[in-house]
């Protein structure tokens, strides 16, 4: 650790950088049907060996978070995903419902140190970290990333307002770790009591939304706050640098943007569902997992240096299931459609309520041919089991903004 990267590793050749991550799926993809029995039974019939590309891990299945609740109940406590014993695990955490998520030995095992150092947090510094530490597993995360820096952490967690700003006027740290809004929260209240925090000049932010209006107000305090993007499940996946152009992608971390409800990628610059596959992951060795979120690829590379993936950040939820008529449409369901006819670009099914009675329009982007609406509705009523139009759009029209399904219904 020196100088503006956390490693070399940064700043390597990208082709360097996909080679290593390919030849690492083969022994992750080994370890995981030999070790969780949910990857034994879904991956039977794949040799690892043959994994060595971003086209074979595509032919793999996804393994997705909105299905963790459900897998876990059926074969408690992990769903057969977990790649150590029980036993063997350092901490178990339990997320909201409920998703317990194994936490294996060793340090920074959530690879938050990348986004911090890439903050401006150096070794020596007092971070004040504000992320809980029951329950869920935010605020081991980035306590782990501190240390492997070097850093002494103050484990302040969340609320005792007050405590936190007498603390930090205490101690003086230099980093503020949490969600994006608490920093604020403990910079008013210290306001309040007239007490000045001059120590504070770095925050990392995840868990919630960064909005300009709020990086404005911490700038004009004297407080530069990066973000970046992780999930409790495998922890950090991107982070924001001093370039502030998008984050870059971890380097340890396969990420596929893929349509949503299904586990095919989309090109670069299409917004998608992030799918993700750390290889090494051993205690929790989850192959394709579809986090949920939406987001899409960023051409070209970033200004400070690092060459890995950027991504625009998180951009909405994948998962736009909505009901119509008391049946449940799925945006798998509108990708079945496209499926069954190469021809449709792109879709974006609309559902409305202009009376009594709900309504679906299903926009197409395709080059008008005599039929295609008619044969195209009647899919969309063979997948769902309901009615709807079509209408056909120019190629290119649609907005690129990861909606499959779009619920445009007011109940006021």
């Known amino acids: 650790m020196s100088g503006e990267h956390y490693d070399t590793l940064e700043t390597r050749d990208p082709q360097a950088r996909e080679a290593a991550l390919m030849a690492a799926l083969p022994g992750h993809i080994a370890h995981a049907k030999a070790n969780a029995p949910a990857y034994a039974r879904l991956l039977a019939g794949v040799d690892p060996a043959a994994v060595t590309s971003r086209a074979a891990l595509a032919a793999l299945p996804v393994t997705r978070k909105s299905e963790l609740t459900e897998m876990q109940a059926a074969e408690p406590p992990f769903g057969g995903l977990a790649g150590v014993p029980v036993g063997d695990l350092a901490r178990i955490f339990c997320s909201p419902g409920p998703i317990f998520d194994p936490?294996?030995?060793?340090?920074?095992q959530y690879r938050t140190a990348r986004a911090l150092y890439a903050s401006g947090v150096r070794k020596g510094q007092i971070v004040h970290n504000c992320f809980a530490y029951h329950f869920t597993p935010a605020g081991r995360m980035f306590e782990a990333g501190a240390h492997a820096i070097g850093c002494p952490v103050f484990p302040a967690g969340t609320g005792n307002?007050?405590?936190?700003?007498?603390?930090?006027a205490a101690l003086k740290p230099a980093t503020y770790v949490g969600t994006p809004d608490y920093l604020k929260i403990i910079l008013e209240k210290a306001d309040e009591l007239g007490v000045a925090l001059p120590s504070l000049t770095i925050g990392h932010v995840t868990g919630g939304a960064f909005l300009p209006p709020l990086r404005a107000y911490y700038a004009e305090r004297g407080i530069q706050v990066y973000q970046s993007y992780g999930i409790a499940d495998l922890g950090l996946i991107a982070y924001e640098t001093t370039a502030r152009e998008g984050l870059v992608v971890a380097e340890e971390v396969i990420l596929e943007i893929v349509r949503p409800g299904t586990g095919d990628p989309v090109p670069d610059g299409e917004v998608g569902e992030v799918v993700i596959t750390v290889p090494g992951h051993g205690a929790y060795p989850l192959i394709r997992f579809a986090t949920g979120d939406l987001s899409a690829v960023l051409p070209g590379a970033s200004p400070c240096g690092r060459t890995n993936?950027?991504?625009?950040?998180?951009?909405g939820r994948a998962d736009q299931t909505t009901k119509v008529k008391g049946m449940f449409v799925h945006p798998r369901q509108i990708a079945e459609v496209l499926k069954r006819h190469p021809d449709v670009l792109r879709a974006r099914l609309v559902v409305d309520r202009p009376g009594d009675a709900d309504t679906m329009v299903l926009r197409i982007e395709a080059v008008p041919e005599p039929g295609l609406e008619t044969a195209?509705?009647?899919t969309l009523a063979a997948v769902t089991k309901l009615k709807g139009r079509v209408e056909i759009e120019p190629p290119g029209s649609l907005p690129n903004d990861g909606k499959v399904i779009d619920d445009v219904r007011k109940y006021d």
């Open 103 to 108: 936490e294996g030995q060793g340090g920074d």
């Open 161 to 168: 307002t007050e405590q936190q700003v007498q603390v930090i």
């Open 309 to 315: 993936t950027r991504i625009k950040g998180w951009m």
């Open 376 to 378: 195209v509705a009647d």
